[in-house]
T-cell receptor, first 115, second 113 residues
Framework: DQQVKQNSPSLSVQEGRISILNCDYT??????FLWYKKYPAEGPTFLIS?????DKNEDGRFTVFLNKSAKHLSLHIVPSQPGDSAVYFC??????????????FGTGTRLTIIP | DAGITQSPRHKVTETGTPVTLRCHQT?????MYWYRQDPGHGLRLIHY???????DKGEVSDGYSVSRSKTEDFLLTLESATSSQTSVYFC????????????FGPGTRLTVT
């Protein structure tokens, strides 16, 4: 049972436009959400996160939106740049104990930015 | 970047042989994790450790064992490798950032023939 779902395996966006990556979850106990970016032959790198007490978190070109009632989050990248081409993973945590939380990952969305 | 190394980076082995992958960190983080990444499955947790000699199972632990005798090292052993264990294996650490973020190593590509 996939508790974190990324239903779009791939997405292509023109350079300079907005990229929107989506993620849905089913476990109501999830209270912290993260996005990771992964280039080929490298490990995933942490991008941005959001706590369930917020509905938006922004860091430069990256903004994550959380809709708890819909169990949906999205990552917006504005403006999109060629270096943003990568696989993006959504992840969720259900714990309240600092630092030992197991993350549940989605299957990833491959973002391609077209010059 | 977090100081995490994995060895070997690539390995080809035969079915039925034991294999040990090593994760080494220089960050003194308490928590360490092993994941596998497969197409269509994302990242799945195999085992994790919350301290020296303290480990627990993850989502896909069958066929794997782990050991952590020092804070900096977390070993993953495939007791008898099978073709279904062909995958990319990632180690991750967490514990000091103030959030739930995990930081990943570069990965080990394992092929079981």
């Amino acid at each position: 049972d996939q508790q974190v779902k990324q239903n779009s395996p791939s997405l292509s966006v023109q350079e300079g436009r907005i990229s929107i990556l989506n993620c849905d979850y089913t476990n109501s106990m999830f209270d912290y959400f993260l996005w990771y970016k992964k280039y080929p032959a490298e490990g995933p790198t942490f991008l941005i996160s959001i706590s369930s007490i917020k509905d938006k978190n922004e860091d430069g070109r990256f903004t994550v939106f959380l809709n708890k009632s819909a169990k949906h989050l999205s990552l917006h990248i504005v403006p999109s740049q060629p270096g943003d081409s990568a696989v993006y993973f959504c992840a969720a945590s259900a714990g309240s104990n600092f630092g030992n939380e197991k993350l549940t990952f989605g299957t990833g969305t491959r973002l391609t930015i077209i010059p | 970047d977090a100081g995490i190394t994995q060895s070997p980076r690539h390995k080809v082995t035969e079915t039925g042989t034991p294999v040990t992958l090593r994760c080494h960190q220089t960050e003194n983080h308490r928590y360490m994790y092993w994941y596998r990444q497969d197409p269509g499955h994302g990242l799945r947790l195999i085992h994790y450790s919350y301290g020296v000699k303290d480990t627990d199972k993850g989502e896909v632990s069958d066929g794997y064992s782990v050991s952590r005798s020092k804070t900096e090292d977390f070993l993953l052993t495939l007791e008898s490798a099978t073709s279904s264990q062909t995958s990319v294996y990632f180690c991750a650490i967490s514990g000091s950032s103030g959030g739930y973020e995990q930081y990943f190593g570069p990965g080990t590509r394992l092929t079981v023939t």
